[in-house]
């Protein structure tokens, strides 16, 4: 490549203004990047605008005023059951792999600067915390947060490929090591996030645990929920929970061995065969919520793809928008809303549930193939 731009630039004269070959990785890796909540962080955490992928979507620096539902705020939390965030796309209609790059937070709940999940889009939700690492399990219709509704989806995480993060620049921060301070925040270094098929798992390491980027591993981006963050969440239930860690991400044991996972690339086709299950850890102490009380704030938030609110029939076309009729029936209902439905058996402990979530068919394990695409 250089020496065809010397050919070429040789050819026309010398003189030509050729842009440099645009570089991968970043000087610094985003995991790599620690800043103190809130008072340390950047506008941008990635201002590498020259590399391959681009610039940064949005930003990190969010407050009351880019408090929207079109906030661009790339900064999220992973605090409770009440008060997490997830990543999605910025515009409906969007599949994970196409835009995982240009995620933003969708919070449950306000003060975080961020976008709000709409009402009716959370259908189940599990906290657990363990000793090394907390995370949430959520059943969703996923229509509601931009993605498309037959998205198989995939993973998020502070590395990807280039080492920019999914998204670039994205930070995520939490206040469930801090004894009980709710104004007390660690940056998560570790962390990932699948998103697909109405359903998601997001786990944050605890960066004081020297496990961290074990428990929260991102080289097992095809293979879902199921193995990154094997759970028992129920859809229709919303929980808190305590819990034995998992075993890292792609080790499993058999005969007594321990074994380690190998993803195949995707060069290679689909996955259609797992050699092993993984295994739920134990839990206890699950206290059960109303998703009324947990995510209150979210009763009045609508979708993107939701016709606008007729609430005062007696006023009349005050500015409204051109058209309200246009959104009313664009919002694609999910015709099959089928992947999150696996659990159905057992309202007891016993994981079966736990497999059901993203791999229950096959759907997920092919599913969550998307993430490396941009480098493959
Ligand atoms: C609020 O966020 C905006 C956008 O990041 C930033 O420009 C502004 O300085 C922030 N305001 C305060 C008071 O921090």
Redesign the pocket.
Known sequence: MLALSLILGGLAGGAVAQDPPKGTFPATPLAQKHFAY?TGIP?KVDTEDNLIRGAQTG????????ENQKSL?QTSFVNSADDFCLWAPIDPGSVVGDIEGEMVAWCTKPGH?TRLIPKDTLKGVQFMRTPDYVQVIGFIDQTKINLKSDDFGGEMDPHGADLRGNPLGGLVYSNAWSGGNANQYTQVIEWHNFIGSNAFCIKVCDPSKPNAAHFCEHIYDRIGCAYNAPNNAQNGIFESCEGENQDFPGVYVENGVTMTYTQPPESLGPISTMPYVARVPASSNCVKHSSETLFAALASVTAPGDAKPTSSPAAPTSGAPAGSGSSSSGSAKPTSSGSSTGTAAGAGSTGNSAGALMVSGTATVFGVIFSALFLS
């Open positions: 809130p506008y930003f990190n620096i969010c407050n009351s005023t880019t705020c600067g």
